[in-house]
C-alpha cells in the first residue's frame, strides 16, 4: 500500500452493494488504470429471502446501511475523495427500492446509484479485462449473491450479455438446507442449474474457440482452496487456471463438512460457508453447459469496472 501522500484531489472510491457483499475499493490514477490505496468487504446478505417476499426486509436493509457506513469509515484517511455507490440485483428487484435509496440518501447525504443489468455487465467486463487482457473471444461470468452475469466478446469484438437470477443467496435458500451435504439436494441444484445454463447458451450464440473466464467472490474463493493462497492476495489468482477435477475435489471435500468446519478455511469469507456450495454448483454446471473443461481467473470486475469508469468521467461521483 502507497503511504497517505498521495494527491487528495485526485483520490476515488468504489463501492459495490452487492446482494450479499458490500465491497469498498479506494484508488487514485495511474498509467495502467489506477494504483490501489484501501481495499475492505463486508458480508450483510441484502437480498436475504428476497426471492420470496420481493422485498428487502428491514434487518438486512440496516446491516447494509450499517455496513456501508463502515466501509466508508474504513477508508476514512485516503478523504477526500469522490465516491460512487452503485447497486445491483437486489435493489432492481425489490419493490421497496425506493425506501432503501432514500434511507441511503437521509443517512449518507448522497443518492446510490442502481445500475441495469446491462450497464453492470460492461463494468464487469471493463474490470476483468484489466487482469484477463482485451483479446477475444471470451465468456466472462459473474457469480454474485443475488444473480449470475455472462458476458460474451466475440471475435469481431462485439459484446452481448445475459443476466440471470443465479445468484448463490436464492439457490442456498432454496436447494441446499444441510452440511455436510446430501447428494440428493446437490443432484437437484444440479439439474436446475443445467437447464437454466442451456438456456443462457442458446441465447449468447458462442464462437468456438473461446475462453471462459470467472470473476468475484466464488471463484476466487475456489481459487484460493485450489492453490493454497493464504492470506488471500489478488496477484496471486489473477490468471490461474482451474481445470474441472479440481473442482470437483474441492466439492467432495467442502460438501463433506459442517458449516462450522467450513468456517475454518481461510478461503471461505465469513458468511459464504452456505454459498460456497451452490456457488461451485454453478461453476461445474457452466463447464458443462458450455463443453469446457478450464477456467481462467480474474480477481478483478465490477468493482474495478466502476473505478476505471469513475476516473475517466464516465460515472458520476460524490466529493466525499
Request: hydrophobic share 40%; with cysteine; charged share 25%.
Amino acid at each position: 500500500m502507497l503511504s497517505n501522500s498521495s494527491d487528495p484531489q485526485n483520490r476515488f472510491a468504489a463501492l459495490d452493494l452487492g446482494s450479499n457483499t458490500l465491497r469498498l475499493l479506494a484508488a487514485e490514477p495511474a498509467e495502467r488504470g489506477f494504483t490501489r490505496l484501501h481495499y475492505s468487504q463486508i458480508i450483510t446478505r441484502l437480498g436475504e429471502r428476497l426471492h420470496e417476499t420481493g422485498t428487502l426486509c428491514e434487518p438486512a436493509m440496516e446491516r447494509t446501511l450499517d455496513g456501508v457506513k463502515s466501509l466508508i469509515d474504513s477508508a476514512a484517511k485516503w478523504r477526500p475523495f469522490k465516491i460512487a455507490v452503485t447497486a445491483t440485483h437486489a435493489l432492481r428487484c425489490a419493490a421497496n427500492m425506493e425506501e432503501f435509496k432514500n434511507r441511503f440518501r437521509k443517512k449518507f447525504g448522497f443518492d446510490l446509484q442502481v445500475i441495469s443489468q446491462e450497464r453492470e455487465a460492461a463494468f464487469t467486463l471493463k474490470g476483468a479485462e484489466m487482469v484477463l487482457g482485451g483479446g477475444s473471444p471470451i465468456l466472462l461470468f459473474d457469480i454474485g449473491g443475488g444473480s449470475t452475469e455472462f458476458i460474451y466478446k466475440n471475435g469481431n469484438k462485439n459484446v452481448r450479455s445475459v443476466g440471470t437470477d443465479l445468484g448463490v443467496v436464492r439457490l442456498a435458500e432454496t436447494f441446499i438446507k444441510t452440511a455436510p451435504l446430501e447428494f440428493e439436494e446437490f443432484a437437484g441444484l444440479t439439474n436446475y442449474l443445467i437447464k437454466e445454463v442451456a438456456g443462457v447458451a442458446g441465447r449468447l450464440e458462442i464462437e468456438r474457440p473461446f475462453t471462459l473466464a470467472g470473476t468475484a467472490g466464488t471463484i476466487t474463493s475456489i481459487a484460493a482452496m485450489r492453490f493454497d493462497v493464504s492470506p488471500y492476495d489478488p496477484d496471486k489468482i489473477n490468471n490461474r487456471v482451474l481445470r474441472v477435477d479440481d473442482i470437483k475435489k474441492l466439492l467432495d471435500k467442502v460438501g463433506g463438512m459442517t458449516i462450522e468446519e467450513r468456517s475454518r478455511i481461510p478461503a471461505i469469507s465469513q458468511g459464504r460457508e452456505d454459498l460456497i456450495i451452490p456457488g461451485i454448483g454453478i461453476v461445474l454446471a457452466v463447464m458443462e453447459g458450455f463443453g469446457v473443461d478450464r477456467i481462467s481467473v480474474s480477481d478483478a470486475g465490477l468493482l474495478e469496472g466502476v473505478m476505471l469508469s469513475l476516473i475517466d468521467g464516465s460515472v458520476e461521483g460524490t466529493q466525499l
